[in-house]
């Protein structure tokens, strides 16, 4: 697996950062959940753990990443087994990342 920050370049690390911030508070929300520290912190290692994966082992575009985020950390925290988008054609949402 890649260094974290070699995977984004370094004028996306915010964009990055605000997208990972915005996939673990809509995470709490749908818990209904409070935020402690320690949770904040398990969920962003889940998030860079996914970011590797994705954007490192599979080579897919940062926008792609970021798009499939919530939902991806929404699989790993309910516990269900998912796979990556294996489409060779991927449009991107419409900007909400």
Do not use: N
């Not at 370049?9 to 990972?20: H, L």
């Amino acid at each position: 697996m890649s260094a974290f920050l070699d995977l984004v370049e370094q004028d996306q690390v915010g964009r990055v950062t605000v997208a990972i911030e915005r996939a673990i508070e809509r995470s709490f929300r749908e818990d209904g959940a409070r935020m402690t520290g320690a949770e904040v912190r398990r969920r962003f290692a889940i998030c860079e753990r996914l970011l590797r994966h994705l954007r490192g082992d599979l080579g897919w575009g940062l926008k792609r990443v970021l798009d499939h985020l919530p939902a991806y950390l929404r699989s790993e925290l309910d516990g269900i087994r998912w796979r990556p988008d294996t489409r060779s054609v991927w449009v991107p949402a419409d900007g909400q990342t």
